[in-house]
């Protein structure tokens, strides 16, 4: 069974950091296509980051050069490290896999079959 778990969400400043993980279990995280994607109050899922089974990444274009997507393949957590965060990162972050593994980085947060329970990102002053 695919079991996603989230944590380190919390309330940060902004231009504040926090990391988010996301451990993993049922199946091989290193061979899985994965993503972070969130949803804002009132609006609907957004995807931010992926990450292919060979290690390469994307980025959605609000995100890129402040967030950071990366993986520890022995202990199955899928990072999203995150700098600079601003008023509107706050979200509800989700960590998803794909159904299939592609070379190419979905970026619909429809092509992620499961997610995880979600954390909540606050940024604030």
């Known amino acids: 069974e695919v079991q996603l778990v989230e944590s380190g969400g919390g309330l940060v400043q902004p231009g504040g950091s926090l990391r988010l993980s996301c451990a993993a279990s049922?199946?091989?995280?290193?061979?899985?296509?994965m993503a972070w994607v969130r949803q804002a109050p009132g609006k609907g899922l957004e995807w931010v980051a992926g990450m292919n089974g060979g290690g390469n990444t994307r980025y959605a274009n609000s995100v890129a050069g402040r967030f950071s997507i990366s993986r520890d393949n022995t202990k199955q957590i899928l990072y999203l490290q995150m700098n600079r965060l601003k008023p509107e990162d706050t979200a509800a972050y989700f960590c998803a896999r794909a159904e299939r593994r592609t070379g190419l980085i979905p970026t619909s947060p429809e092509s992620y079959a499961y997610r995880g329970q979600g954390t909540q990102v606050t940024v604030s002053s």
């Open positions: 049922g199946f091989i995280a290193s061979q899985a296509n």
